[in-house]
């Protein structure tokens, strides 16, 4: 008997963790998660061998032991039984048995020695501690930005930038840009990090609403992220972010006050008409009033016009119209009521910020021709 224990003191680690394991992998240890116990924790070890996410439970086990178990597999049996149900775990040769509830399980498992940890990182330069529930709102408002595949490295990846007493959260695609400032207690020495995608997602997920803590120790290649009884530790991108901040602009041709939910329903109400390619929307400021449209390959049209505070030059600019609704939809969970819109002649971009939230802001550039 290796372990006898109520279903969710395994099923709770091992949900965890399983978010890193690969689906489609070319080794077969990648798609396992490591099963440890040292008699009163127990734990889940997932890795990709660039992300490597463990979650410790107290739980009493017959002995120590380590084994791979195929992760995906044990969570759907484990989900599969009634809550609460008591289980037993055994080992017979090569393979794991599961007992609960009147049902059996045999799962064939691998060498716990053959589990690739990711080795630690050592030179460590400084740790942050964090609010869980203020980082996690702030990784939501920004993380949509990021690119996924591209051949730029460092757009796929979360920027992490300390300048003086605060910490940057910047991700961009290479056309959009969405940035939260983070205020440190106390000044941090200038560097930055790229956190790949997969792990900044990971991280946003086991991030807590409540205000627990969450302490960063920032390595020379590594980010160990602890979060009470979990862990995250990831390789950093190899990379070097160019200096985004000087993309913002400085000044605009036209700013804008409007109302957050009524121009929300007004860009998904001209998106039904817009162009299955390319998602064009234009806009048109005019004295008193904002005008949305879409225009799609069947000459077909649609047209929205919102109130606007704005009386100076007429001014037309086209976008992407997905761009637009992300920030609107993400924006939407906040209690503001209103956003500023800061648009410009040319290339200049959509620059769009929260007067609720001085830490936060959007940058869209304008489609070509």
């Known amino acids: 008997m290796l372990?006898?224990?109520?279903?969710?003191?395994?099923?709770?680690?091992?949900?965890?963790?399983?978010?890193?394991?690969?689906?489609?992998h070319t080794l077969p240890i990648l798609s396992h998660?490591?099963?440890?116990?040292?008699?009163?924790?127990?734990?889940?070890?997932?890795?990709?061998?660039?992300?490597?996410?463990?979650?410790q439970r107290k739980a009493h086990a017959e002995q120590t032991f380590r084994l791979c178990v195929p992760a995906r597999k044990l969570l759907d049996i484990l989900r599969a039984l009634p809550a609460g149900c008591e289980l037993q775990l055994k080992q017979q040769g090569s393979q794991l048995l599961l007992q609960a509830a009147g049902s059996r399980f045999q799962l064939q498992t691998l060498p716990a020695e053959?589990?690739?940890?990711?080795?630690?990182?050592?030179?460590?330069?400084?740790?942050?501690?964090?609010?869980?529930?203020?980082?996690?709102?702030?990784?939501?408002?920004?993380?949509?930005?990021?690119?996924?595949?591209?051949?730029?490295?460092?757009?796929?990846?979360l920027l992490l930038q300390l300048d003086g007493?605060?910490?940057?959260?910047?991700a961009s695609d290479g056309i959009r840009l969405a940035l939260q400032r983070y205020p440190l207690p106390q000044a941090q020495a200038p560097r930055q990090m790229l956190l790949p995608r997969k792990a900044a997602l990971e991280l946003a997920k086991l991030l807590a609403?409540?205000?627990?803590?969450?302490?960063?120790?920032?390595?020379?290649?590594?980010?160990?992220?602890?979060?009470?009884?979990?862990?995250?530790?990831?390789?950093l991108v190899d990379a070097r972010a160019p200096d985004y901040l000087r993309l913002l602009p400085d000044k605009h041709d036209c700013e804008l006050t409007l109302p957050r939910q009524a121009l929300l329903q007004?860009?998904?109400?001209?998106?039904?008409?817009?162009?299955?390619?390319?998602?064009q929307l234009e806009l048109a400021v005019?004295?008193?009033q904002l005008a949305l449209r879409c225009r799609n390959a069947e000459r077909e049209e649609a047209e929205e016009i919102l109130p606007a505070d704005w009386q100076g030059e007429p001014l037309d600019a086209s976008f992407n119209l997905q761009y637009l609704l992300d920030v609107l939809d993400v924006l939407s969970h906040l209690p503001a009521e209103h956003l500023r819109f800061g648009l410009g002649a040319g290339q200049r971009g959509l620059l769009v910020t929260n007067p609720e939230d001085p830490h936060f802001l959007y940058l869209a550039m304008p489609l070509r021709g």
Do not use: W
Not at 3 to 24: F, H, K
Not at 33 to 55: N, Y
């Open 33 to 55: 998660a490591l099963l440890q116990a040292d008699g009163e924790t127990l734990a889940f070890t997932a890795s990709d061998l660039d992300i490597q996410v463990e979650s």
């Open 114 to 157: 053959n589990f690739p940890l990711l080795a630690a990182d050592d030179d460590a330069t400084s740790d942050l501690a964090l609010s869980q529930g203020e980082l996690k709102r702030k990784l939501g408002q920004i993380l949509y930005a990021m690119a996924d595949h591209d051949i730029r490295p460092y757009l796929n990846a």
């Open 286 to 288: 005019r004295p008193g």
């Open 209 to 235: 609403d409540q205000d627990e803590t969450i302490v960063l120790m920032l390595g020379a290649r590594q980010l160990d992220c602890r979060l009470g009884d979990t862990r995250l530790r990831c390789k």
């Open 266 to 279: 007004a860009v998904q109400r001209v998106a039904v008409l817009a162009h299955a390619k390319i998602r």
């Open 165 to 170: 007493e605060a910490l940057r959260l910047i």
């Open 3 to 24: 372990l006898r224990t109520d279903r969710d003191a395994l099923l709770s680690p091992l949900a965890t963790v399983c978010g890193v394991v690969e689906r489609r």
